[in-house]
């Protein structure tokens, strides 16, 4: 496995095991012991993720995460830890590094910013990189429902346009939290959002794609 991907596994494995099965999360109705099975299937049943991306599969995909979940929550915590099987594409660095490295990221930040208590995290200046390069190419696809225009900035003044249209909103912050709010988790995003009024609070009304 990849750096940036193994160190993300690791931190949401340790995380979820610190805050036990039934912490809340960001993630709408999951708690960790949800969100710990969603991990586990998503990485271990092809059969059964389809349904994240294809609606038909839906229920399958329920079906599936619910037995997950009623498995003892240290054996899915191991499973998250010990990585997928050797035969999963997922085992191959290139295919782990692409597909995980955000998807440990925010599923960690869900576990944590759920807490009262959170605090931002200081991501090392690699690390903010890459969330930047990840999100410059999904932000068009994250954002596609967006009803008004949008533009991340980043506190450099690195840009890209996730939404073309008017009026436009800029929303500024680090790469790890524009990757939160691009991932529907506006409100729990450390970022400042100018703009019209009216666009403003369009833009919060509307639900990301997420994960």
């Known amino acids: 496995m990849s750096t940036h991907a193994k160190r ?3 931190l949401l494995a340790d995380l979820l095991e610190a805050a036990g099965p039934d912490a809340l999360t960001l993630c709408d ?8 099975a969603h991990v586990v299937v998503r990485e271990r049943r092809p059969d059964a993720a389809a349904g994240i991306l294809i609606g038909p599969l839906r229920g399958r995909l329920e079906q599936v ?5 009623s498995k003892p ?3 899915l915590i191991q499973l998250i830890r010990t990585g997928p099987p050797r035969m999963s594409p997922y085992a191959i660095k290139q295919v782990d590094e692409g597909a995980n490295t955000v998807e440990f990221y925010v599923h960690a930040e869900d576990v944590r910013r759920a807490q009262p208590d959170w605090t931002p995290r200081e991501l090392d200046p690699v690390f903010a990189d890459a ?20 533009v991340l900035r980043r506190p450099n003044g690195q840009t890209t346009v996730a939404r073309r249209g008017t009026p436009v909103v800029t929303v500024t912050g680090e790469p790890g939290e ?3 709010f691009a991932f529907g988790r506006q409100d729990a995003a450390r970022v400042d959002v100018e703009g019209d009024k ?3 609070e369009r833009l919060h009304g509307t639900k990301q794609l997420g994960i």
């Open 73 to 75: 929550y240290d054996e």
């Open 131 to 150: 969330l930047w390069s990840r999100l410059e190419k999904a932000a068009r696809m994250l954002c596609r429902k967006v009803p008004v225009g949008l």
């Open 65 to 69: 995460q619910a037995e997950y979940a």
């Open 198 to 200: 009216d666009a403003v």
């Open 8 to 10: 993300e596994r690791l």
């Open 178 to 180: 524009l990757t939160m």
């Open 29 to 36: 109705g999951w708690k960790t012991r949800d969100l710990a």
